[in-house]
């Protein structure tokens, strides 16, 4: 293996400080760290936000996301490992379960229309609880749109409903063909290469056809996941 880069190690250190501390690291303490100027710390988070490893508050070098992981509090929280993180939606709070290679993992977050409180349990690969039991993971915008602005898909459009009917009398609800509904063992399964090797030194996100390749093995078919 080559000797990691920069960018490989400093992505690394972002996703083990939220780990250890629940918060991301602040520039200063990058600079001092590695050693690296203010100028090098931000063009690296540029390029790690660029391959959509985190994302930045726009105009300054503060971490808001490192994918589960939210900066801020959320309506998404999760305990694993004897601590509580906030994810930045739905689908991050499931995804601790892959990242943390199937650790326990708690859910508490509440429905997106009318705030009742969800529950879920993860446990063993599987949601071992789900309460309410029609609990779903709505993805209210298609694969293609996710990136136009990260920061508000996770926050407004990737949500938990209490059932379909919840969903049903939202105002986030949208048609058949460019959202979806997910079951939190679907969105667990959908997590694995996405998130199952973020603490690793050399992690890559998959690429395009590696995606598309990982949706038709779940089923997961149709124009929706074309991307």
């Known amino acids: 293996m080559d000797e990691p880069t920069v960018a490989q190690r400093i992505r690394l250190h972002v996703y083990e400080h939220f780990l250890e501390h629940g918060?991301?690291?602040?520039?200063?303490?990058?600079?001092?760290?590695?050693?690296?100027?203010?100028e090098e710390v931000g063009a690296t988070l540029r390029e790690l936000q660029g391959q959509r490893n985190l994302a930045v508050v726009k105009g300054t070098l503060r971490i808001l996301m490192a994918f589960p992981f939210s900066a801020i509090a959320?309506?998404?929280?999760?305990?694993?490992?004897?601590?509580?993180?906030?994810?930045?939606?739905?689908?991050?709070?499931?995804?601790?379960?892959?990242?943390?290679?199937?650790?326990?993992?708690?859910?508490?977050?509440?429905?997106?229309?009318?705030?009742?409180?969800i529950r879920i349990e993860l446990r063993g690969g599987r949601a071992g609880v789900v309460e309410p039991a029609d609990t779903i993971i709505y993805l209210a915008l298609?694969?293609?749109?996710?990136?136009?602005?990260?920061?508000?898909?996770?926050?407004n459009t990737m949500v938990f409903f209490a059932g379909p009917d919840h969903r049903d009398s939202s105002d986030l609800c949208a048609p058949a063909d460019q959202a979806v509904s997910l079951t939190p063992d679907q969105i667990h399964a959908l997590s694995g290469?996405?998130?199952?090797?973020?603490?690793?030194?050399?992690?890559?996100?998959?690429?395009?056809?590696?995606?598309?390749?990982?949706?038709?093995r779940l089923g997961l078919t149709g124009a929706y996941w074309q991307i």
Do not use: K
Not at 197 to 207: A, K, W
């Open 74 to 117: 959320t309506p998404f929280r999760v305990r694993v490992r004897g601590r509580d993180y906030f994810a930045n939606c739905a689908w991050d709070a499931v995804a601790f379960h892959a990242m943390l290679g199937e650790d326990d993992v708690d859910i508490d977050s509440y429905c997106h229309h009318c705030a009742q409180p």
């Open 23 to 38: 918060r991301p690291p602040i520039a200063e303490e990058l600079m001092r760290d590695f050693p690296l100027s203010r």
């Open 193 to 216: 290469p996405l998130y199952g090797g973020r603490l690793q030194i050399d992690y890559v996100r998959p690429g395009r056809d590696e995606l598309v390749a990982h949706f038709d």
């Open 142 to 155: 298609r694969p293609t749109q996710w990136w136009d602005d990260i920061v508000t898909t996770c926050s």
